[in-house]
């Protein structure tokens, strides 16, 4: 199985979603953490089998909740590039790794 790595951006939005779903519902931000985690680990299993976005860039949808993940299968690891919601903010994460 791979390594899976987020940039820090990455990351941040993750945090960012959890926190907002969170305070919407106690148990709601874990929810999410745990549901990219699953998603994560699927793709350190296959990380080809998403589609792809655009260039090198794959992409998977979290179940149950409107963000994809964005990610690059690089030969040593899965760099996750953005964590976003599906419907805002089109095409913000290009300019990434």
Same mark, same amino acid.
């Given at each position: 199985?791979?390594? /899976?790595?987020?940039?820090?951006?990455?990351?941040?939005?993750? #945090?960012?979603?959890? #926190?907002?779903?969170?305070?919407? #519902?106690?148990?709601? @931000?874990?929810?999410?953490?745990?549901? +990219?985690?699953? +998603?994560?680990?699927?793709?350190?299993?296959? !990380?080809?089998?998403?589609?792809?976005?655009?260039?090198? +860039?794959?992409?998977?949808?979290?179940?149950?909740? !409107?963000?994809?993940?964005?990610?690059?299968?690089?030969?040593?690891?899965?760099? /996750?590039?953005?964590? @976003?919601?599906?419907?805002?903010? !089109?095409?913000?994460?290009?300019?990434?790794?």
């Amino acid at each position: 199985m791979m390594r /899976v790595r987020l940039l820090p951006e990455a990351e941040e939005e993750l #945090q960012a979603a959890a #926190q907002f779903y969170e305070a919407e #519902q106690q148990g709601l @931000g874990r929810a999410l953490i745990h549901e +990219v985690r699953r +998603v994560l680990q699927s793709i350190a299993e296959q !990380p080809l089998a998403a589609r792809i976005e655009r260039g090198e +860039v794959r992409v998977r949808t979290i179940a149950r909740f !409107p963000y994809r993940i964005y990610y690059r299968a690089n030969p040593e690891e899965i760099l /996750v590039i953005a964590v @976003g919601h599906r419907r805002r903010r !089109p095409g913000f994460w290009r300019t990434r790794g």
